[in-house]
């Protein structure tokens, strides 16, 4: 069985199918790269990722297989000799190229693409609504006895891993913040070539610890800007806490944790309506977008990204979307079991008698890194306090600068008002010979070193903390759990850092009189913040 593959979105659909063939010594997998393509390179690097067997194309078109699948009409594939099994590589048909085939028409109903020598290259379309094949059947009458309703393999396993959906936010440690995603497709009415600012700009005006940012980028796009210039570009908004997907399985696990999608008009919108989220257009698609496709009536009915106050529209509910998605996926949760046996009959081959299910999807093994340096807003007008904390270089008035010892860099430290440090874990030590300063010790130096500091601080844990204010005595700080909703909430103890430091600046007298109570708003969640003076253990921490 041969793998035909042009590009690397491709290949990641066709992986999607394996489990129809797991556990069968009968069958043979290998893979070839179509020729033709842009993005040709990262296909073949895919490929080697996933621990496939690839053989050259010469050698594909030489010999005679049982099966060929593809994910992509486009390329020779007319030379190949077998059968051949044509699935989309996205949701449906909703992007047309202009510069490729029939200019309004998407290369998966375009006979250019599905006729060699006049007559259909695949022996069965897999397609994933019944609207898809009477789209396809208008175009190639004959096409309607080769096509099926199979539905989406992608959308089967990101709807087998819905129970992770705790486990994928606890990996990115989103915790009570709102995710929002931002998804761009490829080619020139992407979000990143119409609005390459954009998740920079959002992070400039969305508070780090009532949002947490992540961006999904196309295949295609990783594969002609490359991984080292798309973060060179993506650099202000990494800093400032943005996680990029990897290109497999990682996106579509974002999309199970998310609580709203900023897009274009790449399918990752309507694999987002078929969960239901909150979906929000930042841009259209202009002339690739196909008029009344399932993708037109989703962002022709979704609110529109407002760049200066993005919040309002980014706090859309679930419940409306759904209804669009409807339109694009049919057979929801049952690709594979619908599509094996008409792939062994293909093949000249009983199925194998246990079950086939989609995989659900790894779960994120990083998190993206927390900021270094915050601008942070601060008010306290009301109670509780408010704290919002941005990019350093936020055009958004602000309170003070903070920032972490031993991450930002001189010119961060040497601007900041509040300094403060993690205390790591002591690290496996050979032999007896080391030394450490305590986080009393560590905290008095700081104002030696950094003139314009006024708070310096050690998180102990994600609940206590040590502080001195101008050179002052070591204050223990501890931060209470938010436990509205039935959930218990932390947060990141140096924003509770940023509230204390606020708070003392508008009573200068108050350390006097400890131990003393304050009430944060930190973000999503509430916060009391208790002082009193520290303990001996705080003082004598290892730093």
Same mark, same amino acid.
């Given at each position: 069985?041969?793998?035909?593959?042009?590009?690397?979105?491709?290949?990641?659909?066709?992986?999607?199918?394996? %489990?129809?063939?797991?556990?069968?010594?009968?069958?043979?997998?290998?893979?070839?790269? =179509?020729? &033709?393509?842009?993005?040709?390179?990262?296909?073949?690097?895919?490929?080697?990722?996933?621990?496939?067997?690839?053989?050259?194309?010469?050698?594909? +078109?030489?010999?005679?297989?049982?099966?060929?699948?593809?994910?992509?009409?486009? &390329?020779?594939?007319?030379?190949?000799?077998?059968?051949?099994?044509? +699935?989309?590589?996205?949701?449906?048909?909703?992007?047309?190229?202009?510069?490729?085939?029939?200019?309004?028409?998407?290369?998966?109903?375009?006979?250019?693409?599905?006729?060699?020598?006049?007559?259909?290259? @695949?022996?069965?379309?897999?397609?994933?609504?019944?609207d898809q094949i009477e789209r396809l059947a208008a175009r190639l009458p004959d096409a309607r006895r080769h096509a099926i309703v199979a539905g989406d393999p992608t959308l089967d396993r990101i709807l087998e891993s819905l129970d992770r959906r705790e486990a994928v936010r606890a990996a990115l440690g989103t915790g009570g913040r709102r995710l929002v995603v931002l998804s761009s497709t490829w080619g020139p009415q992407s979000l990143l070539a119409r609005r390459p600012g954009l998740p920079a700009e959002l992070a400039a005006r969305l508070p780090y610890d009532g949002y947490?940012?992540?961006?999904?980028?196309?295949?295609?796009?990783?594969?002609?800007?490359?991984?080292?210039?798309?973060?060179?570009?993506?650099?202000?908004?990494?800093?400032?806490?943005?996680?990029?997907?990897?290109?497999?399985?990682?996106?579509?696990?974002?999309?199970?944790?998310?609580? =709203?999608?900023?897009?274009?008009?790449?399918?990752?919108?309507?694999?987002?309506?078929?969960?239901?989220?909150?979906?929000?257009?930042?841009?259209?698609?202009?002339?690739?977008?196909?008029?009344?496709?399932?993708?037109?009536?989703?962002?022709?009915?979704?609110?529109?990204?407002?760049?200066?106050?993005? @919040?309002?529209?980014?706090?859309?509910?679930?419940?409306?979307?759904?209804?669009?998605?409807?339109?694009?996926?049919?057979?929801?949760?049952?690709?594979?079991?619908?599509?094996?046996?008409?792939?062994?009959?293909?093949?000249?081959?009983?199925?194998?008698?246990?079950?086939?299910?989609?995989?659900?999807?790894?779960?994120?093994?990083?998190?993206?890194?927390?900021?270094?340096?915050?601008?942070?807003?601060?008010?306290?007008? !009301?109670?509780?306090?408010?704290?919002? !904390?941005?990019?350093?270089?936020?055009?958004?008035?602000?309170?003070?600068?903070?920032?972490?010892?031993?991450?930002? &860099?001189?010119?961060?430290?040497?601007?900041?008002?509040?300094?403060?440090?993690?205390?790591?874990?002591?690290?496996?030590?050979? &032999?007896?010979?080391?030394?450490?300063?305590?986080?009393?010790?560590?905290?008095?130096?700081?104002?030696?070193?950094? %003139?314009?500091?006024?708070?310096?601080?050690?998180?102990?844990?994600?609940?206590?903390?040590?502080?001195?204010?101008?050179?002052?005595?070591? =204050?223990?700080?501890?931060?209470?759990?938010?436990?509205?909703?039935?959930?218990?909430?932390?947060?990141?103890?140096?924003?509770?850092?940023?509230?204390?430091?606020?708070?003392?600046?508008?009573?200068?007298?108050?350390?006097?009189?400890? %131990?003393?109570?304050?009430?944060?708003?930190?973000?999503?969640?509430?916060?009391?913040?208790?002082?009193?003076?520290?303990?001996?253990?705080?003082?004598?921490? %290892?730093?």
């Open positions: 069985m041969l793998f035909a593959v042009r590009s690397a979105a491709a290949l990641h659909r066709l992986l999607d199918l394996l %489990p129809a063939f797991e556990g069968d010594d009968r069958v043979r997998c290998r893979f070839t790269l =179509v020729p &033709g393509s842009d993005f040709a390179a990262d296909a073949l690097a895919a490929v080697d990722a996933a621990g496939a067997r690839c053989i050259p194309w010469a050698e594909a +078109l030489a010999g005679r297989h049982d099966l060929i699948l593809t994910a992509s009409p486009k &390329g020779a594939l007319g030379g190949l000799r077998g059968r051949q099994v044509l +699935l989309p590589h996205g949701a449906g048909f909703n992007k047309a190229l202009a510069r490729e085939g029939s200019p309004e028409l998407p290369s998966g109903l375009d006979p250019a693409f599905l006729l060699s020598g006049g007559s259909p290259t @695949a022996a069965l379309h897999a397609l994933a609504h019944p947490q940012l992540a961006l999904i980028v196309h295949p295609n796009e990783y594969s002609r800007t490359g991984s080292f210039d798309l973060s060179r570009r993506l650099r202000p908004a990494l800093d400032a806490g943005l996680m990029l997907a990897a290109p497999y399985e990682e996106w579509a696990a974002l999309l199970v944790a998310a609580d =709203v999608l900023v897009t274009d008009h790449g399918s990752v919108a309507l694999y987002a309506a078929a969960l239901d989220l909150p979906v929000v257009a930042a841009c259209d698609g202009a002339d690739e977008l196909v008029p009344g496709s399932p993708m037109a009536r989703l962002l022709a009915a979704v609110p529109r990204l407002d760049p200066v106050d993005p @919040a309002p529209c980014l706090s859309e509910r679930p419940g409306r979307t759904r209804r669009f998605a409807e339109r694009a996926f049919a057979r929801t949760g049952r690709c594979l079991e619908t599509l094996r046996p008409e792939l062994y009959k293909l093949l000249g081959l009983v199925p194998p008698p246990y079950p086939v299910r989609p995989r659900p999807l790894p779960v994120p093994e990083h998190a993206p890194q927390a900021p270094a340096a915050f601008a942070v807003r601060a008010s306290t007008d !009301r109670d509780p306090i408010t704290v919002e !904390r941005l990019p350093p270089w936020t055009d958004l008035p602000f309170h003070h600068l903070a920032a972490e010892y031993g991450r930002a &860099g001189t010119r961060a430290l040497q601007s900041a008002a509040l300094i403060y440090r993690r205390a790591d874990a002591p690290a496996a030590r050979t &032999g007896w010979h080391h030394e450490y300063r305590t986080a009393a010790d560590w905290t008095a130096e700081v104002f030696e070193e950094h %003139p314009n500091c006024r708070t310096a601080a050690v998180l102990l844990s994600p609940a206590t903390a040590l502080l001195r204010r101008d050179g002052g005595a070591p =204050v223990g700080v501890h931060v209470a759990a938010d436990r509205s909703g039935g959930r218990v909430r932390r947060t990141d103890p140096a924003a509770a850092l940023s509230a204390v430091h606020t708070w003392l600046a508008a009573r200068p007298d108050a350390l006097r009189t400890l %131990p003393a109570t304050l009430t944060a708003r930190l973000g999503s969640t509430t916060h009391r913040i208790r002082l009193a003076p520290a303990t001996d253990a705080e003082s004598d921490h %290892p730093v």
